[in-house]
């Protein structure tokens, strides 16, 4: 089982970027896909979540109407379009896969919003 993360980089403050997560050995279309976030020396932290076939999709309150989750289960991966940036936004981006006990993560890719 593998997620990795791409798409990751410093950008100025409400600059965009986009992160990708591929995924492999696992049936990808049927799991539950999210992003989290940590800051340093902070928790980490819920950003979106997608259902397995793309129809749902929730953010967190801090996030809401800046990113979007998307997915493409022909690709295996699911991607954060994340707009108008700001230097709160600053942590390690993680996805994650989630089916009923199978739970798993990616190493993450670093977003560090500066000037």
């Known amino acids: 089982v593998q997620l990795v993360e791409s798409g990751g980089g410093l950008v100025q403050p409400g600059g965009s970027l986009r992160l990708s997560c591929a995924a492999s050995?696992?049936?990808?279309?049927?799991?539950?896909m999210r992003w989290y976030r940590q800051a340093p020396g902070k928790e980490r932290e819920f950003v979106a979540i997608?259902?397995?076939?793309?129809?749902?999709?929730n953010y967190a309150n801090s996030v809401k109407g800046r990113f979007t989750i998307s997915r493409d289960n022909a690709k295996n991966t699911v991607s954060l379009q994340m707009n108008s940036l700001k230097p709160e936004d600053t942590a390690v981006y993680l996805c994650?896969?989630?089916?009923?006990?199978?739970?798993?993560w990616g190493q993450g890719t670093q977003v560090t919003v500066s000037s």
């Open positions: 994650n896969a989630e089916r009923g006990i199978s739970d798993y």
């Open positions: 050995g696992f049936p990808f279309s049927t799991y539950v």
């Open positions: 997608i259902n397995s076939v793309g129809a749902f999709t």
